[in-house]
């Protein structure tokens, strides 16, 4: 296993005056100590597998890129048009060559950390035009509200990585928004991140604003970004996700390949064929990663839903999509490729009980799956069309108490502990106990947002619920925060990039 | 296994007129599809496994019962005052003796279940003193509020059985309330249910009030009610709840013994002690209920909370909670003994997302470890000291939602689903499809309560938040109640008892 406690060389003083300061504790590298449910037998498993393969081989998939196709066809892959017929012997070649874990990590101290099959990292939402801000309104998002959530994010214990387009900044021109998408995460947070990837030229940009952070060096050796890679199911994938994953790729950075599943939508009304088909759709893209680049670090993705037949929107929290993270966990181990699902997903139009429901549903379904990845664990929220900013520092610390269940049991102190209970006997109480004094801190966790005061305590205090807690505990959160520092001639040349490029750039373009 | 499909002799007119009625739809008996989460080793679970008999031996428990001190005695146990030290070997021996599965049925049309190592249960709340009722309102509950709890339970699908004292009716005196606790679950609802037994006689009140309406014969040969035996953590069992487990099962009835674990105030601050601690607890109690009746059907039950070192709090929906659950369902299937946990826990002031999110947590945390009964899975917030009706119709849906996880993945329709596939190909929609026509009802959970509409939907519909929707619900389903027919003569003899008991058992006696 890779020695992460290493310090690596960054190479800028920024980086080294980073490490020097006080900064928010990070969760560190979580290493699963919970075994995974299983929810289909080793048999089952086998079956989707192959199905998944005779998928590929008979009703192929499509890759809308005139590049994949020729390399495609190198590689010896059976070709008509668009559309590549894969057999599963070439798949299982190329998808042996994904690494099983591979590190990550920001510019600032304790940011590294390792995403593998053992582990789970937590990153916030991503995606949502809409904001809910801390007057509650819900409107859409602007490129402040981006800096907001990405301050929030930088000082909150429960992320391990920044998101990078946590709120859409609606304000901006498209094709301005990637430059200060990829902006806010650098400079607000010292994490790694996710990099705009749509389309080549946009993906360029991703990379080379990274390089004036990081240096290109440092780059070409440490993943500091993520490219989110989204399929177009069924069983296509375009060419301006497929661009951004090779360029993110040949930096040496990583990708998280994510089939687009709205059950019954864009895939068969039953569970186990989704699951066929969206592992068909991860499969050959991954095999096309390994095809571009041996050994380029990428996680097994999917972005999984039922779909209302009354409304047409997706509904996450879902037993189904609970069932669907609980085979592509099985699938993933198979390949010893890392996986990603999706926590705190809500679709509640205030932050209310459904919120919870869902959210907490889908972190218990990815984390019981023993999900590498749990991606829009933070703010997400009307079943993606808003980021929350309440629901942000609420989930933060969700993920700290999911970090502690992932963990599972310690047994460090257990004959320590059967002392007390020998001490203190039949009918006694422990309050009072050395045993506990010493240790009731650690052994339990202890929540902030979450409110355990009697009714008339609760009451006497203002009757806050969660939203109203959560929503001062986040401007409270936001008033304490602090920019991680960067060497001054980084910023400028980060800022007179992003000019450069708006200038070269016609904001009529979309 | 048993049959359970085949029909029992029920004996009394009134019951075969209420299996010719239509009724809610009822949870058959849901088996597990899923594999269990593991949170602790194999090796891990022996050592908490050997650490529990270590502290029977060595440290003892207390049984505060005379009859139950004589029974330990003469079966060999070594007696110490009211401390009882047990060997291992009579432990396993005694705790063999319980069934592996057993049934219960109502005298309701579909009341007849299952609770089996593979099988779950749901069962809402009971014990909180206080309602939070249709108008939102907290207050003390009535013996009216119980009827509407009850009721609600009675119309809807997702609770196997009643939960007797759903709601405490605090306008009733204690001498007397069992009797109508008992009498508002055996009239309102038509389902098996908890009896009340905190102390002998008001157990055998408990089974004469079911013998009236079951029939002695019918009692004899089918459990229609359990008894909820709670310790006294650490390590002692009181004489009310003894007495109360005795009359229950030699009346063949089922008890559920649950210790009452506050973790870090009455076991050590270690969650694998605790462990060990509270299966102490449950193995003393199991087998003592097997030195009283040998087969008696038992739960393994547990009331596991960690507790706020703020305001003293029991804190549900924690991780350490969560990792307790799995041990307990690892010891459980060790015993060869069902076990329940309590689901849709929570400490939400208002019904708000920190209901959700801890309730949903809870529910995750019992199905993934495959837990067997499900306590409290409706209505229970703020710790449990109150009942929301809201949340309880909302939990309902919950739980159709639990069973639809926890049943697994159906591979009936696979072969069916992937021709589908290959009709559609790449770049299709599946939407207009035959086969998503056929099936997209059963393939994919879909809620009534929960929202799934787009935000100006919602907007225009009245911004309905989840409490709300679930108020609006719970009215509209209390609404739809039809009392489940029950003969007159029955009737008429269940309240003639109440008031002979009422009249013999002064209300000034507490």
Redesign the interface.
């Known amino acids: 296993m890779t020695d992460i406690s290493k310090p690596r060389r960054r190479g800028r003083g920024a980086r080294k005056l980073a490490r020097e300061t006080a900064a928010t504790p990070r969760l560190p590298t979580i290493r699963y ?8 037998s080793a048999d ?1 498993l086998e ?1 989707i597998h192959q ?1 998944s393969l ?2 590929l081989r ?5 890759f809308r890129d005139e590049v994949a196709i020729e390399q495609w066809s190198a590689a010896g892959a059976e070709v008509r048009g668009e ?1 590549v017929h894969l057999d599963g012997e070439m798949i299982e070649d190329l998808v042996a060559r994904a690494p099983e874990r591979f590190e990550l990590t920001g510019r600032g101290p304790n940011s590294r950390f390792e995403i593998g099959l053992d582990t789970v990292a937590f990153c916030p939402t991503h995606g949502p035009p ?1 904001i809910r801000d801390l007057e509650g309104v ?1 409107r859409f998002s602007t490129i402040d509200d981006l800096r907001t959530v990405n301050k929030i994010v930088q000082m909150s214990p429960g992320f391990h990585m920044a998101s990078g387009f946590a709120a859409e900044p609606m304000d901006i021109a498209v094709p301005w928004r990637h430059l200060h998408i990829n902006h806010s995460s650098l400079v607000e947070t010292d994490l790694a991140t996710f990099g705009m990837t749509t389309g080549e030229e946009r993906t360029r940009d991703s990379i080379a604003m990274a390089e004036i952070v990081y240096g290109s060096d440092f780059l070409r050796d440490n993943v500091v970004m993520l490219g989110h890679i989204s399929g ?1 199911s ?3 994938w375009d060419s301006t996700m497929l661009e951004g994953l090779r360029v993110m790729i040949e930096a040496g950075q990583g990708v998280l390949i994510s089939p687009f599943v709205l ?15 969206l592992n068909a759709e991860a499969l050959a893209c991954i095999a096309y990663s390994q095809l571009v680049h041996p050994g380029a670090p990428v996680i097994y993705g999917q972005y999984s839903v ?6 047409g ?3 996450s ?4 999509v ?2 669907l993270n ?2 592509v966990g099985q699938l993933a181990r198979r390949y010893k490729v890392p996986w990603r699902t999706s926590a705190a997903q809500s ?15 889908s ?3 990815g984390v ?1 799956a023993n999900a590498n990845l749990m991606l829009h664990a933070g703010g997400w929220d ?2 993606g ?2 980021t929350c900013l309440a ?1 942000l520092v ?1 989930d933060s610390e ?1 993920n700290l ?2 970090a ?2 992932a963990r ?4 460090d ?2 004959d ?3 002392e ?3 001490r ?8 009072g ?1 050395e ?2 004094l ?10 902030k947002i ?6 008339e ?3 006497l205090q203002g ?1 806050r ?3 109203e807690r ?1 929503r001062q505990h986040a401007q409270a959160v936001l008033a304490s925060y602090e920019p991680p520092p960067m060497d001054d001639a980084v910023r400028e040349e980060l800022d007179a990039f992003v000019e450069r490029r708006q200038s070269e750039l016609s904001p009529d373009v979309v």
């Open positions: 100590g919970i075994k995974p449910v299983e929810v289909v089952q079956t199905a005779k998928i008979e009703v192929g998939i499509d559309r809409n819900r177009n069924p069983l296509v059950g019954a939508a864009n895939t068969p009304a039953d569970v186990a064929a989704t699951a066929a088909q039922a779909v209302s037949m009354k409304s929107a997706p509904m929290g879902m037993p189904e609970s069932l609980g085979i679709s509640g139009k205030t932050f209310d009980a459904q919120s919870g429901y869902e959210s907490a549903t972190y218990m379904a019981t009307e079943a069309m808003v629901k609420a969700q108490m999911m502690t269940y599972g049991v310690s047994f102190r257990f320590e502990a059967l007390a209970v020998g203190i006997g039949p009918g006694g109480h422990y309050l106990d045993f506990t010493a240790n009731f801190e650690d052994a339990f966790f202890s929540p979450l409110d355990y005061e009697a009714f305590t609760w009451e009757l619920d969660m939203w959560s």
